[in-house]
């Protein structure tokens, strides 16, 4: 990768694009440290520590911690994710917009680009006023002599461009940059808090080490301040040595693993028929179509988390806690992050979507009317319906591995962190699943634009 980077800088137009990309990164993580006015967002900060396993800790997690510091960048791309998820799940409902996808082209295109940026502002103005809901119920509000209507309106539109902002961003990298500028993004929120996450390890084992010679007990703490609550969410925070070193072990060899199978393929042979035209004889060649073990990418974990979290966040800007009573303590228990239901629900809707965006990437019927165009077959199988046939058996076992790889890396974390006690491993199994996924596609679109202007060497 390092090499890649290095070749990709001597070539001119691709050192403009990584540098675009990075000043981007740098008005992004700037805007990730401007607090929302009229908000107390040390004390909120502290709040939200306290619930780091989560769905509020999962947000803050995909906001680089920017969710719990209440500042522009709070709702981060999550509305624009959303919004992307319903359009496409619309383009598949309804006949109009399927119309307009496949058949209206490029102009097409735009308006289904230009549906999404709207349902991305709707979708940020109801999730501001959720975020600003939850600040209210604690208290963490400053209205002073303001009005607080007007308070209120501030702190949500704030919120609102901000994540406005961030779709804009996005789609400037896209354009200008390296990658996809979305997944850009979320990589580098998450990255930024790897820094936090070391010292949150070693204050861990500081915890630990207090906790086993007794200086820290639940009654210490309760008699410095803490509720019962939050005495025993904070003495969940202690990680011994040993644990420490099994989460390391762990993470790398999630990393190889799925360094892995993102450069599996399965390769279907092709055998072109000798044809002569004029005093020439073309074809006769073999070679293959390659079919991705993944070929969903990051793209299934990122739907998956945005939908399975959808009721628990609602929940909590409705300002339900698992502690509450009713339907709304009922429905936080269940979509804990840490259950046995998330992980099923989580599992289900990885497989449901990585099945969904592999039929939009490869169509199986198209590719077999190419190979017949062009005299080419798939050995052992008549050009035309037999072939798209053998193709969609292939791709549906493909797409069946792939969706139970993402599954198991997504939901592994989730399991060991309840063995271990330490609840915040579910959110950084996800986010080393993204950070690996979106690093992987990125070198290997930098890498696409070097083959394009016939660069050589790269890849010695």
Same mark, same amino acid.
């Given at each position: 990768m390092i090499?890649?980077?290095?070749? @990709?800088?001597? $070539?001119?137009?691709?050192? +403009? *694009?990584?540098?675009?990309? $990075?000043?981007?990164?740098?008005?992004?993580?700037?805007?990730? @440290?401007?607090?929302v006015p009229y908000i107390d967002s040390a004390a909120l900060e502290q709040h939200l520590a306290l619930q780091s396993g989560t769905i509020l800790g999962l947000m803050n997690a995909m906001s680089g911690s920017a969710f719990s510091m209440a500042t522009v960048f709070a709702l981060s791309i999550q509305p624009y994710i959303n919004s992307s998820i319903i359009i496409q799940l619309l383009t598949v409902a309804i006949p109009a917009l399927e119309r307009l996808a496949k058949e209206g082209g490029e102009e097409g295109r735009k308006k289904i680009a230009s549906i999404t940026r709207y349902t991305t502002v709707a979708i940020a103005l109801l999730q501001g006023f959720g975020y600003y809901s939850l600040i209210k119920s604690y208290g963490l509000v400053e209205t002073g002599s303001m009005n607080a209507i007007w308070v209120g309106v501030v702190i949500v539109l704030s919120f609102t461009a901000g994540s406005a902002f961030l779709m804009w961003l996005g789609e400037q990298i896209t354009e200008f940059g390296i990658g996809n500028g979305i997944s850009i993004l979320l990589f580098a929120g998450i990255v930024s808090r790897f820094p936090r996450m070391v010292g949150d390890c070693i204050s861990g084992v500081t915890l630990w080490n207090q906790v086993r010679q007794g200086t820290v007990t639940t009654e210490t703490l309760t008699e410095a301040g803490f509720t019962a609550d939050q005495a025993a969410a904070y003495l969940k925070q202690a990680l011994a040595p040993w644990m420490i070193a099994l989460i $390391?072990?762990?993470m790398l060899a999630l990393v190889v693993f799925i360094v892995f199978i993102s450069?599996?393929?399965?390769?279907?042979?092709? #055998?072109? @028929? *000798?044809? $002569?035209?004029?005093? +020439?004889?073309? %074809? %006769? #060649?073999?070679?293959?179509?390659?079919? *991705?073990?993944n070929m969903s990418g990051v793209m299934p974990i990122i739907f998956a988390q945005s939908i399975a979290s959808l009721p628990a966040t609602i929940g909590a800007f409705a300002g339900w806690t698992v502690k509450s009573e009713g339907f709304g303590g009922g429905m936080m228990r269940l979509f804990d992050t840490s259950k046995p239901f998330y992980s099923v629900l989580y599992f289900l809707l990885i497989v449901g979507f990585s099945y969904f965006y592999a039929t939009m990437q490869f169509n199986p019927i198209e590719v077999s009317n190419n190979l017949k165009k062009n005299g080419g077959f798939i050995p052992g199988f008549r050009p035309g319906k037999p072939t798209a046939d053998f193709i969609t058996k292939v791709l549906s076992k493909i797409t069946m591995f792939g969706a139970l790889y993402l599954s198991v890396v997504a939901i592994a974390p989730i399991i060991t962190g309840n063995l271990v006690g330490y609840s915040s491993l579910a959110i950084g199994g996800t986010s080393v699943i993204i950070v690996v996924g979106v690093a992987l596609e990125t070198v290997k679109q930098m890498e696409a634009q070097m083959l394009m202007r016939h660069y050589k060497g790269f890849l010695e």
């Open positions: 090499q890649t980077i290095r070749n @990709a800088w001597a $070539v001119p137009e691709l050192r +403009k *694009k990584m540098l675009f990309t $990075v000043f981007a990164l740098l008005i992004f993580r700037l805007g990730s @440290a401007i607090p $390391v072990i762990g450069n599996a393929e399965r390769r279907l042979p092709v #055998q072109y @028929a *000798k044809r $002569v035209v004029g005093r +020439k004889m073309y %074809g %006769g #060649q073999s070679t293959h179509i390659p079919m *991705k073990v």
